[in-house]
């Protein structure tokens, strides 16, 4: 058993995992019918994907599969707080998707050359699908960018709130030094990080979205990337709870947010209600 791969891939599968079970709360609920059934899809995706990857653990550990992803503790999992967030309204729903697909498609680019053949393997099935997800978030933040003024503004915002956190799914974890000198984790997270914001920057440059610090009267201050990709304001993320540069960070060691609590209730209730249930 590797004690530097298993830290890696178990956060790989949480953050698929919780983000799933969040885009799966759109079903029935979405702004008009394709839009439920192509998040519908897309969770359904990011969950399979979990499920592969904790096969994977499994096979290091000899856990159960079903027993890490829903048997575990609040402060076993490795998520990233992005991915706990509530949906919120659909232009932070637009704005976490679209951050998190480039994030997870530059870690998937570098792991799909990680030393450990199974993983490089499976990756490159993930990526696969992956692939179409980012397409989805790419149409719809051009959409409203190009659109009206009042969702265009809202987009904003949204893109504000969620880049606050989006750099904890480049959070060091545990053993990673071990694993990048083993060659597991190709990359480092601190370069994977620099390299999202350099390339999402350009994306948002393209699209024509802010990309310094703004305010606004009646707001706090807020911020989205800078050209250097430096955050330095704080704003409120969507449960209200105030943010700071670093925030977001914490998940890679069990620390979550409070809105973890509701969804670790929810998730995890049949399993436990059930002990041995297949999900």
């Known amino acids: 058993m590797s004690d530097s791969l298993v830290p890696l891939v ?5 953050d698929e995992l919780v983000l799933g079970h969040r885009h799966s709360e759109w079903t029935g609920y979405a702004p008009h019918i394709e839009e439920d059934v192509a998040f519908s899809s897309i969770a359904q995706d990011e969950i399979g994907h979990a499920t592969a990857l904790y096969q994977l653990v499994g096979e290091l550990t000899g856990d159960d599969p079903d027993h890490l992803a829903l048997g575990r503790e609040p402060d076993d999992y490795r ?3 992005i991915c706990e967030r509530p949906n919120g309204d659909w232009a932070f729903t637009l704005a976490r998707h679209w951050l998190y697909d480039h994030a997870d498609s530059v870690r998937l680019e570098s792991l799909e050359g990680s030393s450990n053949q199974e993983l490089a393997a499976l990756v490159h099935k993930i990526r696969r699908e992956e692939r179409y997800h980012l397409i989805h978030a790419e149409a719809w933040v051009k959409r409203v960018a190009h659109g009206p003024v009042e969702g265009r503004t809202k987009l904003i915002d949204a893109m504000a709130a969620a880049w606050a956190e989006i750099g904890g799914i480049f959070e060091e974890i545990d053993g990673e030094e071990k694993a990048v000198y083993q060659g597991e984790l190709p990359t480092p997270t601190a370069e994977l990080h620099r390299t999202f914001q350099e390339r999402t920057i ?12 703004h305010s606004r009267a009646d707001e706090q201050a807020e911020f989205v990337a800078s050209s250097s990709g430096d955050l330095i304001a704080g704003r409120e993320s969507p449960n209200g709870e105030q943010t700071d540069p670093l925030s977001g ?4 060691r069990g620390k979550h947010s409070g809105d973890f609590d509701q969804l670790w209730e929810t998730m995890t209730g049949q399993y436990r209600a059930h002990p041995g249930a297949r999900w």
């Open 202 to 213: 350009a994306a948002l440059d393209e699209l024509g979205l802010p990309t310094e610090i």
């Open 10 to 14: 178990l956060s790989l599968a949480d």
């Open 249 to 252: 960070r914490g998940g890679r």
């Open 79 to 81: 998520n990233a707080t």
